[in-house]
Each structure stands twice: as structure tokens, then as C-alpha cells.
């Protein structure tokens, strides 16, 4: 099959757009898209900036990746994903998505997966205060299976440990403003809220793909949440300082986000289509 006759080009920018679309630690996109015009292979490459962590470049770039995935299905294409192809000669390349065989049965992609991809345009993290009511249980197993389904696992703390956590992020905010000076001069967790139920998302382990994989599964998580009418927030700080993330699992795994994930209003978001980067580079 020829993928260069896969995607219109009206698709390929949808694509492309959707990526952009996707959660950016720090509010920057440390990658770029390249698009391969023969194959219709889009190459996600490393473009990092100076306040971008390794865990947190790769995050961004997996929720990309997921992006993706979810704009390939909705114009009916299974895609296929390749995480760092190329290690040791292409280490910048973290992963290729492109578009294969149809999905049977239906033109316009898995019916399953319609909403995420309305959920990519209305999707943005808040900074505002959330309820604290409790998630109900099936919303709950809902996003967990989200990250589940990408190889990560997230998991709802109750109250104490709730309060545990957020002592360590407290604690990050600290070191954050003693740092002033530096790059991390102007955003600390004291700029946001961190009202609201809680949930973290780990890996078993911990390596740059399970990485990738953590980014896919955030992803995954936020859009299903923002499907179900739930607003979303990242608390990261704690997760770039080696020991305060070590200390975030209450057991086993190594974490990759504290997120907020509760009820509020809307706030003000990103408009659809507002591109952060330049248009994707051709191979």
C-alpha cells in the first residue's frame, strides 16, 4: 500500500495540528514534527529548550505521539508507532507515527475513540481551584484503564496521602523560589491551585521509553477526562527534583506526574488551531 495516498493534505494538517494541540510541560514544545511526504511518516525529534528535563521532554513528546494517534484514527487509519527507532545513530528521533491499513468497518476511524479527538481541541490544563468532591468510582477506573492501556498505571490517593504528596510539592515550590535567579525564575507551584482530588501516574520502570509511554498515557488521561467534563491540572515541580520524585510512589514505580483532576469551571483555554511552533519540517 502506498501511505503517501493515505492522508489528503487537509488531513495531514489536521494531524499536525492535533499534535500541537498536545499537553507541553512548561507550556513549550521541546520537539518538532517532520513529515516524511513519501511515506507519511511523521518523525517526532528533540528540540530541547534550557528549563527541559529529560523526563520532561520525553513526556511532552509522548503526548504528541498520542495526539497523533488519535487524529490517524479518526480519519480511519491505524497507526503505527515506533519509539526511539534509532538510538544510537538518531538519538534526537523519538518515535514515528504513520498510518496503515484501515480500520474495518468504518470510514471515519474507531467509533471508541471519537471523543478523544474532540476532546484534543478542548483539552488545556487550569490553574484554578477545583472541588474536592470525590471522582465518582467508574470515572476513576475509567482514566485509570486510560493509562493503563499506554503501560502506566495511575492511582487516586486518598486524604493523608494526598496530603503527603502536597507537602512535597510544596516542598519543590520552596527550593523553586530559592532558585529564583535561574530559569525557573518565574513559575512555581505557588502560581497554581492545588485544590482538587489528586492522582498520580507512574511507570514500572524507568527508562526513556517508559518515558514516552508515561506522555502517551498522560495524554490519554487528560483528553478522557476533558471528554467526561472534568477539568485538568499539572503540579511537575516535584517530579525534577530526584529526590522529591523518588519519594512521590507510596510503594513500587517511579512517578512521572501529580496531576489534579476534579470539577470547576472552565476558565480560559488555548484557541483551537493556535499553533506554538512553526509548521512541520519536511524530510
Do not use: K
Not at 527541559?52 to 480511519?76: E, I
Not at 485544590?195 to 490519554?220: F, I, S, V
Amino acid at each position: 500500500m502506498n501511505n503517501a495516498t493515505c492522508l489528503d493534505a487537509t488531513a495531514l494538517e489536521t494531524c499536525v495540528s492535533a499534535a500541537v494541540a498536545a499537553t507541553a510541560i512548561h507550556g513549550t514544545q521541546p520537539w518538532r514534527v517532520r513529515l516524511d511526504p513519501e511515506t507519511v511518516t511523521f518523525q517526532v525529534r528533540a528540540t530541547p529548550g534550557p528549563e527541559t528535563t529529560d523526563l520532561n521532554l520525553h513526556l511532552s513528546a509522548g503526548a504528541c505521539v498520542l495526539n497523533l494517534r488519535v487524529a490517524m484514527t479518526h480519519f480511519g487509519w491505524q497507526p503505527v508507532v515506533r519509539l526511539l527507532p534509532d538510538p544510537e545513530e538518531d538519538p534526537d528521533l523519538l518515535a514515528t507515527v504513520r498510518p496503515t491499513e484501515p480500520f474495518p468497518g468504518t470510514a471515519r476511524g474507531a467509533a471508541e475513540e471519537s471523543d478523544l479527538y474532540e476532546a484534543v481541541w478542548r483539552r488545556h490544563s487550569t490553574r484554578l481551584p477545583l472541588s474536592e468532591v470525590p471522582l465518582p468510582a467508574g470515572l476513576r477506573a475509567g482514566l485509570a484503564e486510560a493509562a493503563r492501556t499506554e503501560g502506566a498505571r495511575l492511582d487516586f490517593p486518598g486524604p493523608d496521602e494526598s496530603v503527603r504528596l502536597l507537602r512535597l510539592v510544596s516542598q519543590a515550590g520552596h527550593r523553586d523560589r530559592v532558585l529564583a535567579e535561574g530559569p525557573r525564575r518565574a513559575r512555581t507551584e505557588a502560581d497554581r491551585s492545588t485544590t482538587g482530588p489528586l492522582a498520580l501516574l507512574t511507570t514500572e520502570r524507568d527508562r526513556p521509553g517508559d518515558w514516552l509511554r508515561a506522555g502517551q498515557a498522560l495524554e490519554h488521561v487528560l483528553l478522557r477526562a476533558t471528554a467526561h467534563g472534568l477539568r485538568t491540572g499539572l503540579l511537575y515541580r516535584a517530579t525534577e527534583w530526584p529526590d522529591l520524585r523518588g519519594s512521590l510512589p507510596a510503594g513500587s514505580g517511579h512517578a512521572h506526574m501529580l496531576l489534579r483532576i476534579g470539577y470547576g469551571v472552565e476558565g480560559p483555554g488555548r484557541p483551537v488551531g493556535t499553533v506554538r511552533e512553526p509548521a512541520p519540517e519536511r524530510a
